[in-house]
């Protein structure tokens, strides 16, 4: 392991900090390449106006939906100089990329300018955070009636194109809401790649038809040697994952997936004993020189699922990791799955063993595949994930009970101190891992893993190289106090307790539901027709349930179609609004 000095703030030195100086005008989590606070105020009236030119509908509806759970009425209007505020799509990209944006606030209203509908979403996520906290409880009456925001100019970009974590159903079941719910959280912090680690050994989460016992037999496990509840399942049907990633492109997250092969696949060999081979070191799928028939079935027929299902991503995380396999047939096997991961449309990602020595030897790759590192040598380029600076199923200090302590602390301090400058002029970004070893002693700690650890990881991910110094670390503290109270109304149950920060804290949620959760941004609803009758609706109602495009719940067992229509393929969703009471509505895609 190679050797990052760690520095950490006591508590006592924490309190003084946080007691003689003053929070920033404006808190904003990651730091905006530019911030420039100017003079006076704005404050949102009840009533305010939108305008956005002909590319900007998204943009409108995302940011419609943010003022009316501020509890404001907005209207878009057509003339822009009477609009409070306004959103332009610019050609030019000079300064912004493809993810960049301007959001001005002066005594008027508010500007946001962007070459992309994504830099208009995140300068509405920009615009969130500087709403008061209360706006994320999902309850407009309880935001306070008046809202001001200091005038400030933002011109904004970041880093790294690649802004991941990684989620680990396959060690322990994570239903699909909870999914849902965390990439909202992702959305708010501009993060925009979810890497779902679908199969380990302890279980397989994703419906492969053509192998019915991988969903029979080996998603009926997890961590802990724990079963499904009666009348339960533990895997995504692909219907439902297809839905999954078309909620999260809305937010313009990619979902990346991931089947470890050929090693973690205990659960798999169990439910196909003829496909792999047991050792005290692990299980592996036969491959290369050992290959069958059916197990090269078995390959292909996984990928071509997984370019199917997943289509927003470029790439299959093909794993690759830790394989008992010998190292011929590893090596064969990583040519093959290359070969069907490019015949399938895509490009191959996976852990560090794939690109580059595999015990003693090299392996080969085409110039296209990515290679995630989670070990501590340094990689010319790729997307970092370096155990003892991300991983986050480590502890957040020191005698933390329940989470991984065999190599390091990842305290927030640490996280945000990972050296960039180490990472090589080639690396498109980085992944926090959550492996899910720990998860399922306490309900907790999805959340209490990821927060508020994840500010640093998408701060990180979002400055430019070798900015996250020292004395970058003490300014964003000043910053981060504010989220707390935003954390608890948005439902989260974090890790309070760090030791390096004085939180503020404020109102729990008691739905967890915030304030895009389940929201689709299309300026107007569609007409649908349920039982007979035709029903418009202007917001998503109480409970805001989502449904696949097949009508189905999204985690119930329940395939019975509520609505069939064509129009279903052509990127509608349902919504419930009230018990029973299904609308139709449009996704744009």
Not at 29 to 51: D, E, Y
Not at 122 to 133: G, H, M, S, V
Not at 168 to 178: C, F, G, K, M, S
Request: charged residues 15%; contains cysteine.
């Amino acid at each position: 392991m190679h050797n990052v000095k760690r520095l950490y703030l006591p508590a006592i030195v924490a309190v003084l900090l946080f007691s003689m100086s003053s929070f920033p005008a404006v808190n904003i989590i990651p730091k905006p390449r530019t911030l420039t606070l100017g003079t006076g105020t704005f404050t949102v009236p009840a009533n305010v106006s939108i305008w956005g030119d002909a590319n900007s509908d998204t943009a409108v509806a995302w940011l419609k939906e943010l003022l009316a759970q501020a509890n404001k009425k907005a209207t878009i209007v057509g003339d822009k100089s009477s609009a409070q505020f306004t959103l332009t799509i610019v050609q030019d990209t000079t300064g912004f990329g493809t993810e960049g944006y301007s959001l001005i606030v002066t005594s008027t209203g508010v500007a946001i300018t962007a070459p992309t509908s994504t830099g208009q979403f995140y300068a509405i996520q920009t615009l969130r955070q500087l709403f008061p906290p209360e706006v994320e409880l999902k309850a407009p009456a309880q935001v306070p009636a008046t809202i001001t925001l200091d005038a400030v100019s933002i011109t904004d970009r970041p880093r790294y194109s690649w802004r991941a974590v990684l989620i680990d159903p396959a060690r322990v079941w994570i239903t699909l809401d909870e999914l849902r719910k965390q990439a909202d959280r992702m959305s708010l912090f501009k993060m925009n790649v979810l890497h779902m680690h679908l199969t380990d050994d302890e279980g397989w989460r994703i419906e492969i038809p053509k192998f019915p016992n991988l969903t029979t037999m080996a998603a009926a496990s997890q961590t802990g040697g724990a079963k499904p509840p009666a009348g339960t399942r533990w895997y995504y049907t692909q219907d439902e994952l297809r839905a999954f990633v078309q909620y999260c492109a809305l937010r313009h997250i990619t979902v990346l997936p991931e089947i470890d092969l050929p090693g973690h696949c205990r659960a798999a060999v169990a439910a196909y004993p003829a496909y792999g081979i047991v050792t005290p070191n692990g299980a592996y799928f036969k491959c290369g020189s050992q290959a069958t028939p059916e197990v090269d079935s078995l390959f292909s027929e996984c990928i071509r699922v997984l370019a199917s299902v997943f289509t927003t991503s470029d790439y299959i995380h093909i794993g690759g990791d830790e394989a008992a396999t010998p190292i011929a047939d590893y090596t064969l096997f990583i040519r093959l799955a290359e070969k069907k991961v490019r015949a399938a449309g895509k490009k191959m990602i996976g852990w560090g063993e794939i690109g580059g020595s595999y015990q003693g030897q090299q392996i080969y790759q085409d110039p296209t595949t990515l290679v995630e590192p989670y070990l501590a040598n340094r990689p010319v380029g790729g997307v970092i994930s370096w155990e003892d600076d991300l991983f986050l199923d480590y502890c957040n200090k020191a005698g933390q009970p329940n989470c991984a302590t065999w190599n390091t602390v990842n305290t927030l301090q640490t996280i945000y101190l990972t050296p960039m400058g180490q990472a090589g002029p080639n690396a498109l970004g980085i992944t926090a891992p959550v492996w899910g070893e720990f998860l399922y002693i306490n309900a907790t700690y999805p959340d209490q893993q990821m927060w508020p650890r994840l500010l640093s990881v998408a701060e990180v991910a979002w400055l430019p190289t070798s900015a996250n110094t020292s004395a970058a670390w003490t300014e964003f503290a000043t910053r981060l106090p504010s989220f707390g109270s935003r954390f608890d109304r948005m439902g989260l149950k974090w890790y309070t307790t760090d030791g390096l920060i004085t939180w503020q804290r404020g109102t729990v949620s008691p739905t967890k539901l915030t304030v895009f959760d389940n929201f689709v941004p299309v300026k107007d609803w569609t007409v649908g027709v349920h039982a007979g009758n035709a029903n418009r609706h202007n917001t998503p109602g109480t409970s805001g349930k989502i449904f696949d495009l097949s009508g189905r719940y999204l985690g119930s067992e329940s395939e019975k179609p509520w609505l069939s229509s064509p129009a279903f393929g052509k990127g509608l969703i349902l919504f419930e609004d009230q018990a029973g009471h299904r609308v139709l509505r449009a996704t744009g895609l």
